[in-house]
């Protein structure tokens, strides 16, 4: 049995919950589910820790999975051997008063979406109490995500009024190949990365790598096992078929 676990499936999980597929958000109820028998799809990055208590259930993303994208700075431990990489410096355990620096862009802690992040000239200074930071240049350019579902690969460019790009998109475009700039060097990178995944054993239904692009070259800002998607057919039809392929169905 397929269980979709607090998984923001929209408009494709009418046709997923016709198929042998049951909806649970509840964490204690999920539990129940956790025999070898079962397949967890799991999309809530807030409830990681409370995933790896499940044992026996196929859960995707895995727990490797999880721990490569649980922790922003091992996250940036880890891209420091791939091209595309941004100079980026950490601060542990920063306490007191901290004046923003223009053009550096201040992301504190693990949340996501926009959340906990500063730039430098927008955002003057904040006291911050024994928290990490990680700090890196700012950089203005397109924004572009390469999103793996399976095998397959959507580029999707995401415009923003705002500058944290991927966040309060205003448009979501899937792109064609020819159309978006340093395509071979940005696939190369993840493919690169994908293929360190597949050594340590780390599984996700789908991989989200995000760069920003200038005219010169394109940055790999982050990659995220439980990334967004567009409302695409094209993506809807392979994220809802890897998952009756996962789920033996």
């Not at 995944?197 to 920003?212: H, M, N, P, Q, R």
Request: aromatic fraction near 14%; proline fraction near 2%; charge should be negative.
């Amino acid at each position: 049995m397929i269980i979709l676990g607090d998984l923001e499936i929209r408009h494709i999980g009418k046709f997923l919950l016709k198929t042998n597929c049951v909806s649970v958000r509840n964490l204690q109820k999920l539990r129940k589910y956790d025999t070898e028998d079962n397949v967890i799809f799991f999309y809530n990055y807030r409830y990681r820790k409370e995933l790896q208590k499940l044992t026996k259930a196929k859960i995707y993303p895995n727990i490797i999975a999880s721990n490569l994208c649980k922790s922003r700075c091992d996250q940036v431990k880890f891209l420091e051997n791939f091209e595309g990489r941004l100079d980026r410096t950490i601060l542990y355990d920063y306490r007191g008063s901290l004046n923003f620096e223009n053009g550096k862009v201040y992301k504190v802690g693990n949340n996501h979406q926009g959340r906990d992040k500063y730039l430098g000239g927008v955002d003057k200074s904040q006291f911050f109490f024994g928290d990490t930071i990680v700090v890196e240049p700012f950089i203005s350019g397109r924004s572009f995500r390469f999103l793996y579902i399976g095998n397959s690969l959507f580029v999707i460019e995401q415009k923003s009024e705002t500058w944290l790009k991927n966040v309060d998109t205003t448009e979501e475009i899937v792109l064609q190949e020819f159309e978006v700039p340093h395509f071979e060097y940005m696939k190369k990178i993840c493919s690169d990365i994908l293929a360190e995944f597949e050594k340590l054993g780390a599984e996700s239904i789908t991989w989200g790598f995000d760069f920003v692009v200038n005219e010169e070259t394109a940055y790999l800002l982050e990659f995220n096992d439980m990334c967004g998607m567009p409302e695409c057919e094209k993506v809807d039809s392979a994220f809802v078929n890897l998952i009756l392929e996962k789920g033996n169905i």
